[in-house]
């Protein structure tokens, strides 16, 4: 079973706050996690990755936590900005022809 | 560089009708996919291809569903015929080379609508 689970479908946070999204796995086999985001009307958009070696990696404003034993990784954003209002999925992939899964998405609204 | 282009942006067709949909990737990239997005859900992998070759079609009804891609270049995904459940964005996307590292680029995706 190779599953990303995103367990809360939407979530909101006031402009300059911290957004921080969730993501689990249950297969350790992977050599990245993937974090997309994607607009209405629009395909999803690559935004940061992580190696399954790191524990962390960070990209502007957004950074990503890995926790091994606990099969988990976040998504922080901070500080929220009104036009990360999208929906952001989690997905996994590994090595050279293996397929990319993603998770169910979260919905992130940023009021201003 | 240009994106990933799709074609038609929306399509509404009766059930047991045939539909068609294409893709043309970005240059240069060997890897193309085929997602079926599900309202509420995330995207499911139909079909890789590597060049012109057929990588992963695991998760494709090959009863209804069918895709190729032409010289490597081009794809069309063909439904035939259509379900009511077959309602779904379908999303192509095309990478560098076929691993994890190289992310996906996502064209704006076909929203059917099957009545």
């Known amino acids: 079973d190779q599953q990303v689970k995103q367990n809360s479908p939407s979530l909101s946070v006031q402009e300059g706050r911290i957004s921080i999204l969730n993501c689990d796995y249950t297969?350790?086999?992977?050599?990245?996690f993937l974090w997309y985001k994607k607009y209405p009307a629009e395909g999803p958009t690559f935004l940061i990755s992580i190696s399954s070696i790191k524990d962390k990696n960070e990209d502007g404003r957004f950074t990503v936590f890995l926790n091994k034993s606990a099969k988990h990784l976040s998504l922080h954003i901070v500080p929220s900005q009104p036009g990360d209002s999208a929906v952001y999925f989690c997905?996994?992939?590994?090595?050279?022809?293996?397929?990319?899964?993603f998770g169910p998405g979260t919905s992130l609204s940023v009021i201003p | 560089e240009a994106g990933v282009a799709q074609s038609p942006r929306y399509k509404i067709i009766e059930k047991r009708q045939s539909v068609a949909f294409w893709c043309n990737p970005i240059s240069g990239h060997a890897t193309l996919y085929w997602y079926q997005q599900i309202l509420g859900q995330g995207p499911k992998l139909l079909i890789q291809f590597q060049n012109n070759g057929v990588v992963d079609d695991s998760q494709l009804p090959k009863d209804r569903f069918s895709a190729e891609r032409l010289k490597g270049v081009d794809s069309t995904l063909k439904i035939q015929p259509a379900k009511l459940e077959d309602s779904a964005v379908y999303l192509c996307?095309?990478?560098?080379?076929?691993?994890?590292?190289?992310?996906?680029?996502f064209g704006n995706g076909t929203r059917l609508t099957v009545t």
């Open positions: 297969n350790s086999m992977f050599d990245y």
């Open positions: 997905a996994r992939s590994g090595t050279s022809y293996d397929k990319v899964i």
């Open positions: 996307a095309s990478s560098l080379i076929g691993t994890g590292f190289s992310p996906l680029h």
